[in-house]
């Protein structure tokens, strides 16, 4: 891992920052006067391992980003999960031509992708993190270590998931680390959260007022667990569906319940999404949030992205949105709305009209003056734009800023755990859910407000893993996993703008996992670029 430079790696802990030229160099320093003893932070370490996943860096709007070369937006975790897991599907393309996002939109990226450079870094940056906590502050508190312990895995996770054989290390270290195969990553993870889940907060509903609120309790190593053991198959060419219903059922068990509760005129799906998400009850759901504040937290890389780059001034009547940043980039392709409209007939209508029109409160969609197909991909309002992310309050309560914005984001929430449970269900049951897996997908779709059914399959499953999840970052892993994305059977569901073509195509399976960076290539002998690029 050829890092460059991190930087602000460790704050208020004594320590500077170091350049690096393989896996990371040594973190600590000897003071000047040695008389001086250099004692780590152990809370301000610990707190660090869970920002690099919701700020750039340590300086906000306007500071500098953790990877030196590297802007927030381009280095940022959530921006660039959800890039690379949504504008490469049929849930979303980008207006703007920033370096990147053309080759997102059409399936072309290659070795030198600058937004899959900036995901690889952090995510890499956040095992750094995790590996100086485990190495200076392991032993100092026992349920922080296993918290930082599973912060590494989900870290290994998204990089297991996205770019297949990575470098691997457990600890700091000079020499260049060895590649590890995607299997044995997969191994080591699932190990890992077995070791350590039992180990960290008992399960329990939190509001933003909590204590512990934000942090990851034993339902996200259970739900974690069963999303790895969802995508087995793909992982390791060995399906694990009965552990993957196991864990799933674990969380839907447990005390984060789906809310379901409207206030104020907006549903309770949409209180999920906005702006006191952490205060109005919805977050019940939510098993892992990452924290945000108009006021403290101002990164553009996060909730602030989920919102602006997808809304535009014309698109509530009210002006409510709850920030001033609305930057008209990322809108739906007619197949997500056609989940919703499967007669491709959805209105050009409000959103509020629109959730009526389907009979679905998902379905937040805004379509007056815009064209249902993307027919210029480099104008905004050719596509329907989504209104999922706000910064209004359900409550009726002011924004702490009229800027940056306070919706927490809910990576990981209850209603993912049903669709686990279903999916594996229906698999375990020749492609078609029992009575317990279709109450599972029944009660999502009752909280929607919409009409349920005795059974689903396996393609309605994934229907409404794109009615509950969009724009999430679930869709590529999902695709992916039924054999949709790419490689053989890629053109079984087309999509528009699927590999460039504007009815959509094709492409091979070398695409379904992103290349290496190439400068980490070129600087790490141990490392073996991905077949294909």
Known sequence: MNFRYIKHILPAAALVVAGLSSCTGDLDVTPIDPSKTMVPDEVALFTKCYSNMALQGQGGQGGDCDIDGLDGGTAGFIRQLWNSNELTTDEAMCA????????????????????LKGFYYRLYVGITYCNHYLEVCGGVDATREAEVRFLRALYYYHLMDAFG????????????PKQIQRADLFKWIETELLEVKDKMMAP??????????GRADQDAANLLLARLYLNAEVYTGTARWNEAKEYAEKVINGPHKLWTTGMNGWSAYQMLFMGDNGSNGASQE??????????????????????ASTWKGDMDTESNYGTTELWAGNRARIQLVGKFFPNNDAPQASIKDMAAAAGDDRALFF??????????????TSGYSVGKFRNTYASGATAHSSQFIDTDFFLMRAAEAYLIAAEADARLNGGTTS????????????????????????????????RELYFEG????????????????????????????????????????????????????????????
């Open 286 to 307: 939510a098993i892992l949030p990452l924290l945000q504040d108009g006021v403290k937290t101002t990164a553009w890389c996060t909730s602030l992205f989920l919102m």
């Open 204 to 213: 329990a509903a939190r509001k933003d007022t909590d204590s512990g609120y």
């Open 474 to 533: 679930f869709r590529r892993t999902d695709l992916i996993r039924y054999g949709y994305f790419g490689g053989d059977n890629s053109g079984q569901y087309l999509w528009e703008w699927k590999a460039g073509a504007e009815n959509g195509a094709a492409f091979p399976a070398f695409r379904n996992i992103f290349a290496l960076p190439d400068e980490d290539v070129n600087a790490n002998p141990n490392l073996k670029q991905n077949p294909g690029y």
């Open 367 to 380: 379509g007056i003056d815009r064209e249902l197909k993307i027919s210029t991909p480099g104008e905004f």
């Open 165 to 176: 054989n990575v470098p691997f290390a457990t600890a700091l270290m000079s020499e260049s």
């Open 96 to 115: 703007w031509g920033d370096p990147g996002i053309p080759a997102f939109n059409y399936n072309q990226y290659d070795a030198s992708h600058p937004m």
């Open 435 to 466: 009575s317990t897996g279709a109450n599972y997908i029944n009660a999502l779709r009752q909280r929607a407000h919409t009409t349920t059914s005795s059974s689903f399959n396996l393609n309605q499953i994934l229907d409404e893993r794109a």
